[in-house]
């Protein structure tokens, strides 16, 4: 455990043992919750620690009671000892640490930040980290984040991913694997590179939020329709290997590069705007971000809403479905929730009746789907569109959610009419608080 800063979030990258437990509760806990996700078609995915152990702080012990001690690289509860990390030979760097970026070897077989580097050529240690991932796969996890995959030489990590069991039968059926992406930032300009990372499974595709902060912030010139052709051709990974997302926990508090350009909750309304285009573009595997706030704001290490021990509180939900207790759960806002359900819908289709005139933009995916986004700061975007639906009433699931069903289903929010020819009129102003419209077959009247 680390108590200064008091538990800090970062606390969690930083294993002792493998042992399931964690502030956020105990392995039945754990496995509880696995189980009744899984009910109910919600998978879960483990970000697995397994390039390393502890910073190098001397004489410490776990939050399961494990002991360490760093002088003797030893951590018994796995048990690992100081045959199982990279020697500083090994390194070749005075500290030991990671000091050039631009040497391969050094980024993996030296410490990032001191944490104390482990081995994976070494048979025992590829054993242990699969022994803990199988343990994971069988209490019903569907696959894993493999945190800082960069520092970890690539054949090494495929033949660890290539020695787990397949997941359990009863719950994902026949023959099926572990869903895997890895952690690789590379924005080009550093020897090792995301395109090494993807025979092993998806790759973090760092640039996306990146630049998607910087065409919805509209700077160095950028603007919305410059979408058009958003993805590989803007430098990033083929669209079959992208992880996408809009921010994620390291870079919404500058930790780990990307700088201001990123978008995050801090600012909900371009962040809202981000995240429909995001889950609207047939590009990548897209994740959604779920936090929590802190203060004050520039304290990166503030950990998770928790007793003064440091346990993770329990998330309250208000009546509106919205997070209490200082989660911001961006996961569970109306525009981002629907326009998940809106990606998972047009799943398959094309970009469609694209139009883009300086930072608006609208398009369909197909027949199924219509987006429409105005971030211009002064210009009302209004006109007829098309929208490639079939004739009918539809309920914008940006301004509001369709309830009910049948003949008695209502829309709460505004309601759109597309006539026989495909076509509707919009009218976004520019200071409106959600300045989009999306419309999708599922939510026609
Ligand atoms: C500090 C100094 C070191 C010094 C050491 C001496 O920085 O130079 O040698 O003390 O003891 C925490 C502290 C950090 C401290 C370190 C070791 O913030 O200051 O070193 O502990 O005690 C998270 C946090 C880190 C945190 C780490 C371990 O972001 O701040 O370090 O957890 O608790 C690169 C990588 C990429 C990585 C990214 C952040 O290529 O893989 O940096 N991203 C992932 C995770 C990230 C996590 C780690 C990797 C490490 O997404 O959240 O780092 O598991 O780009
Ligand atoms: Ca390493």
Known sequence: MVWSPHRPWWERYQPVSYKLISRSGSEQEFADMVERCNKVGVRIFVDAVINHMTGDSGIGVGIADSTFNTYEQSYPAVPYSIHDFNSKEKCGTQSGNIENYNNVNEVRNCRLVSLLDLDQSKSWVKDRIRDYLNHLIRLGVAGFRVDASKHMWPDELKAIVESLNDLPE??????????????????????????????IGRVTEFLYGMKLGEVFRRWNNQKLEYLQFFGESWGMLPSGYAWTFVDNHDNQRKHGGGGDMVLTFWEPRVYKMANAFMLAWPYGYTKVMSSYYWYPREDTDVGPPADSYGNTNTVPINDDGSCGGNWACEHRWRQIRNMVAFRNLVHGTAVENWWGRGDQIAFSRGRKGFLAINNDYSQTMSGEFYTGLPEGFYCDCISGDMLGSGDNAYCTGQTLSVNSMGRTHINIRSDSENPMIAIHVDYKL
């Open 170 to 199: 009863t719950h994902f059926g026949a023959g099926q694997r572990a869903f895997v992406f890895t952690e690789v930032i590379d924005m080009g300009g550093e020897p090792i590179t995301k395109y090494e990372y993807t025979g």
